[in-house]
């Protein structure tokens, strides 16, 4: 968890320096009755693909999962959460910006166009906000003059997910249950609540850290140690009704010597053995073999594997024994003993 080289930070506060390393992420968990992701188009229904009989979920969805794990469970500051203003509206892009603006005008005085405005805005976004270094953000600034135009802080994040994927067959069941009022006033029948649900999936997510793009947002190795605990423990902490009993069962990360080394999109040497409309991760059986045949294809340039693994996940193999063929040290595979 700890870095050498350190650097003075904007504001007098010790910050480490980007140590990133190209990293691919293969997050696995599962749903059981509920809704992993509803859609707004579609009478918010699971997000699920006809074709394919396949659940799908945002990447947005997994990172307002994370961002909410930092902000409740880590006490980190976050760009992106909803804040309601005194008139009871809640606050837009430029009015979050003018937070961390009003800050810093405190200490350095107003600024005196909007692109030193815009200056001061991204770096102190920075500096606070550990949901900007990871995944960017485009950034609303109002001008400092009637005559200036608006601008924009554009960061690109160096971390970014593929839309999740349920690796078994699964459909949306229609539920309806009686709700806890009457349907009006001096009614004798109460109201009827109907949703969506998906009987089960089993999920799996791709992400990528980019290194390069790091630099420019100031993300850390100990912002990247954050995520991978956001992903684990905020897909655990999600109890609301719609979404409690999501388990997380395999988190993999594997980092690559070099950024052109790497395999991409490891998701789909994904494969399941056996029913596709398995009920319980028990009967799911991934199998593993493609995944650690690419990477074992790779494995002069790989530097370590680091996973995290619930034992409910049916494997043929478990780690770390099967991620040893890959790395070719047993050393190089590394437990985050996440529970």
């Known amino acids: ?28 968990y599962d749903v ?9 188009n579609d009478e918010n229904r699971p997000r699920w693909d006809p ?17 909410d794990y930092w902000h409740d469970y880590l006490d980190e500051e976050i760009f992106c959460r909803q804040i309601e203003k005194e008139d009871g509206t809640i606050q837009d892009g430029k009015d979050r910006a003018e937070d961390f603006y ?19 805005i991204q770096r102190r976004v920075l500096s606070d906000c550990i949901d900007v270094r990871v995944f960017g953000a485009t950034i609303p600034v109002a001008a400092t003059k009637k005559n200036e ?19 078994n067959e699964t459909q949306p069941r229609f539920i309806k249950g009686t709700g806890a009022f009457a349907s009006g006033q001096g009614a004798q029948q109460k109201t009827f609540r109907e949703e969506y649900v998906l009987p089960y999936a089993l999920i799996a997510f791709y992400g990528i850290v980019n290194e390069q793009a790091a630099k420019t947002t100031e993300m850390t190795d100990e912002d990247a140690d954050k995520l991978y605990e956001a992903i684990w423990y ?3 902490n999600l109890i609301t009704r719609s979404k409690i009993g999501q388990r997380p069962l395999l988190l993999l990360l594997v980092e690559y010597e070099t950024p052109k080394a790497y395999v991409g999109r490891l998701d789909r040497y994904l494969r399941l053995d056996g029913p596709q409309e398995c009920r319980d991760a028990t009967d799911a059986k991934v199998n593993l073999m493609d995944l650690v ?14 996973y995290a693994y619930d034992a409910r996940l049916a494997l043929p193999t478990p780690p770390p024994q099967c991620f040893l063929e890959a790395v070719g040290d047993g050393s190089a595979v590394v437990n985050l003993e996440y529970k």
């Open 1 to 28: 968890m700890g870095r050498k080289d350190m650097a003075q930070g904007q504001h007098g506060e010790q910050k480490s320096t980007p140590m990133l390393k190209r990293t691919e992420i293969v997050f696995l």
């Open 149 to 167: 135009k608006d601008s924009s802080v554009t960061l690109t994040g160096p971390v970014q997910f593929a839309m999740g994927t349920s690796l």
């Open 102 to 120: 009003k800050q810093v005008e405190k200490e350095a005085g107003a600024a005196k166009n909007v692109l030193a405005k815009r200056g001061l």
């Open 51 to 67: 074709d394919t009989c396949r659940a799908k979920v945002s990447d947005v969805r997994l990172k307002r999962t994370i961002r």
């Open 234 to 236: 905020g897909t655990k």
């Open 32 to 40: 059981m009755d509920a809704n992993p992701n509803g859609d707004p």
């Open 293 to 306: 045949a690419a990477l074992s294809r790779r494995k002069s340039d790989i530097t370590r594997i680091r």
